[in-house]
């Protein structure tokens, strides 16, 4: 699973927003897609720029990522490498484009169920679960020192 982060749980929730305000989504285009409006997101470029970067590798998404090499300088390679260094993963960003981790399915409100990938709704709903799941990991990973607001309240 992803790495619980700031960022990636900020443009889960970004790109959801974004999502349910209209912006343009298709499914089979790169740069209108699940994974592409991510991008948007976190990169800033348009869909048709992130569209006429994934064009230089060869293949949706998934493979991709699967191809994807933190070395080469290829255009599609810097796409795959900022969704890398947000927290995903290859299988993450597979999952992303067709909406099929089972720990998020499993976490849906209302219970698991199968979404579709192609629908701009299941998307929502998918990347809004998905921030809340690692936003739950993050906040169970953060210890706070014992005492600490005993010595804070102290100081006030």
């Excluded at 048709?48 to 290829?74: F, K, M, N």
Aim: aromatic share 8%; hydrophobic share 40%.
């Amino acid at each position: 699973m992803a790495y619980p982060n700031i960022e990636l749980i900020t443009a889960l929730r970004d790109t959801a927003t974004r999502l349910r305000n209209g912006a343009h989504y298709a499914w089979g285009n790169h740069g209108a897609c699940n994974c592409g409006n991510l991008l948007q997101s976190v990169t800033h470029l348009s869909k048709q720029e992130i569209l006429q970067y994934a064009h230089t590798g060869i293949g949706e998404w998934t493979e991709l990522a699967e191809d994807y090499c933190g070395i080469t300088d290829a255009p599609v390679s810097l796409l795959v490498h900022k969704l890398t260094t947000i927290g995903l993963t290859p299988v993450d960003i597979h999952n992303l484009e067709y909406l099929q981790d089972k720990q998020v399915l499993q976490n849906l409100p209302g219970g698991f169920r199968w979404l579709k990938r192609n629908v701009r709704e299941d998307v929502i709903v998918y990347f809004e679960t998905f921030a809340n799941l690692l936003e739950d990991k993050l906040l169970a990973n953060i210890q706070i020192p014992a005492g600490l607001f005993v010595q804070q309240a102290a100081t006030v």
